[in-house]
């Protein structure tokens, strides 16, 4: 029978083996007294296992601070564990309880992450996931060889639909690829969705008419379900082409059910994120969360970016890139969408440590601020791309081109 | 204009004005640079107001580790944030984004965490939630003045629909409120869903057409929205009382759209709490919490237990359960869910610490294992709340009642 293993990074005032042991049990078969009807049949079918351990460092101090301890040894570790599909089935929902769940409210860990997951094979038929992925990404925007370049419109919020069209309309003809909603606009007072969407559309849908390309824009469609479905329904009917989630807000079960539409590209935003990743023993790495979405069907979805203004290391944001783009049972395709503090001068070092140009990379106040304007600003990102797949740094790139060079003298001090 | 208003623990290592500041342009029309249209009269309509700021205590080091930082002073406050409902409307995804969102990646806080949301009263229009609350678990299962008994079917995992309806047989006949599936059991290998409900629905139909007493069991429908939604109905139309989901692996959306069929009532277990919860300053407190769940409508939700067997400090579940208890705008009844090691023996101090019985008060092996059988193990619970109400300590109600004094005899030394 096939099984799912869950590695985790845990850190526990027990020793090791026990450890696993109470994680193990506390998720297959647990309870705190043996009761009739627990055979060893059935222990052996549909208990965890735990399938290895690999002894890290040791603290005096437990990682989250816990009442209920003293003093002593926090062993840190890294775990797998494994359990039969048998448990749950293909039921994302009940396999997110059972792999992360009630674990970190155990006593017994001082520190746990849900680092990584591998799904059998069985579950490539069981989940359609994304319809779009990098490839559908590039062709509904016939991009090629390069980043998608995009941006999001701000302010974030308070500007009406004709004012968001003109900017819209600015940075169409500018060149941009793709552009955004902000997470916090979904339908506010002044800019109803169904308003917005169709003076954007009709911007982007003219501008398609006369130069064949069609911006994607990812209208925030995030909100309870029928509505969703409804703001969903409305993009395709304008002719739009992607709709922007915020996963966590969202929740799962409710994404999954947008995804299946299949018609629109989505547009993964993971805003909460830092809430599950920021604490380095507690919650859940991307690599594992990047997997659930993908199987949901998210066809995009955010990494942060290098030298970012969040709190994030550019090594995590290498290794979220890297998920993205490792092959996911033969398929589900995500691209990375590189976003914070981006205005091209992190280009070369994205790519010398990524050596990849699948990704969606967003800039915000660099576009429309650029001294050219925003199609100086647009093209400036597309020179710093052609510079550093070239292997130029960021003086080479800016000896080369004259609007990333005004990007340098604007940023470069950033 | 109505406004809707956060209650953040923070810790920063800037000057608290300024942290403060950021926190509200961030989710409100922050960008790095400033751009055309962002006019002052847009800003007053749509900008985030910092309404209040409690200075605390401060540390030399960081709450959460922090690469990009070093050592210095890291001042704790209670700030208070509103925005206008203008920005977001009545839609609790983009409420979610708007008041955590992106905060836990900003480096100007290595401590953020949303303590409370007051919600305007028009709130109470656009969200129907709880359709049946306390009063109405109380009337589906006809117990008055104390708190409803319930457990959970233990193995998690493994039973047959058969073996599952068994049990539930002898805890019905031994006169119990309420079981529950555990979370880790949505549709198993060997207990399809369907047939659990079937086998189960039977026995407990059965006994309600003796005793004129329903179990409520909570079957776990967790799962991804057209399979919770058929499973839903599936449960309706069995005769079934209620329905369990796991609110943080399923989402808000999944939950919401759930709720409103309105048919059952809906045990809301928060299974995955500790990673939003377990640090100090990192994600979200139960107070915050419960109220978005209520408005989604849930009936019922896990608080954790007095010395429970999990991390969290009884203070946190007395405030969990008096959260629960508070009214939210005239309604949204939810009914507290006591659980982790509860035997009895806990009735006596969360009495002293609650002064309500207006719980669902879960044993998990201490009903199945109690010397006298189950029905004394339920027995004994009622004991123990009769006895706590009227004030009498463990050792007191031992004295007066032979069941729970065998429970103490069992569960005493735990």
């Known amino acids: 029978m096939e099984r799912i293993t869950a590695t985790y990074y845990i850190e526990t005032p027990l020793d090791l083996e026990k450890a696993a042991q109470v994680l193990a ?21 549909f208990a965890a296992r735990v399938e290895s351990i690999v002894k890290l460092d ?21 775990i ?47 989940y359609k996931g994304t319809r779009f992925g990098i490839e559908g ?37 500018a060149g941009i690829d793709f552009i955004k909603d902000d997470e916090l606009l979904g339908s506010a007072a002044n800019s109803p969705f169904e308003k917005r969407v169709d003076a954007i ?25 029928d509505q969703m479905q409804r703001h969903y329904e409305k993009v395709v009917s304008a002719g739009g082409t992607c709709a922007m989630i915020s996963l966590n807000s969202v929740g799962l079960a409710g994404v999954k059910k947008i995804c299946d539409n299949g018609a629109l590209a989505i547009h993964g935003h993971r805003n909460g994120w ?11 790495e991307f690599p594992a969360y990047q997997k659930l979405w993908r199987l949901a069907g998210v066809d995009q979805i955010h990494v942060n970016g290098i ?46 440590r990524t050596k990849t140009v699948d990704l969606l990379y967003m800039a915000g106040g660099g576009i429309m601020a ?23 740094s960021i003086e080479q790139i800016a000896a080369k081109y004259p609007e990333f060079n005004n990007s340098v003298r604007l940023f470069g001090n950033k």
């Open 25 to 45: 049990g506390e998720q297959s078969s647990g309870t705190f007294i043996a009761v009739p009807g627990e055979t060893q049949e059935l222990k052996a079918r």
């Open 58 to 78: 040791a603290s005096t101090e437990p990682s989250i601070p816990s009442i209920k301890l003293k003093p002593g040894t926090y062993q840190r570790a890294t």
């Open 80 to 126: 797998k564990v494994s359990w039969s599909i048998e448990n749950f089935g293909y039921n994302l929902p009940v396999l997110i309880s059972t792999l992360q769940g009630n674990l970190y409210e155990l006593t017994q860990f001082t520190g746990l992450k849900l680092m990584d997951i591998d799904f059998p094979t069985s579950y490539s038929s069981a």
């Open 137 to 173: 990404c590039r062709k509904l925007t016939n991009v090629y060889g390069r980043p998608l370049i995009g941006t999001i419109i701000k302010p974030s919020i308070g500007m009406s639909p004709e004012q968001t069209a003109a900017l819209v309309k600015t940075l169409a003809e």
């Open 201 to 225: 559309m009709e911007v982007i849908n003219r501008q398609a008419d006369i130069t064949g390309k069609k911006v994607m824009y990812a209208f925030n469609i995030s909100d309870e379900l």
């Open 274 to 284: 830092g809430m599950l990743n920021r604490h380095p023993l507690l919650g859940i």
């Open 307 to 352: 030298q970012n203004k969040f709190w994030e290391s550019d090594d995590s944001v290498v290794t979220s890139i890297e998920a993205c783009l490792t092959p996911l049972l033969g398929g589900y395709s995500v691209l990375p969408v590189v976003s914070s503090g981006q205005w091209g001068g992190q280009a070369p070092e994205t790519y010398r």
């Open 370 to 392: 650029h001294p050219d304007g925003p199609a100086g600003g647009v093209l400036a990102l597309q020179q710093a791309w052609e510079g550093a797949v070239a292997g130029l």
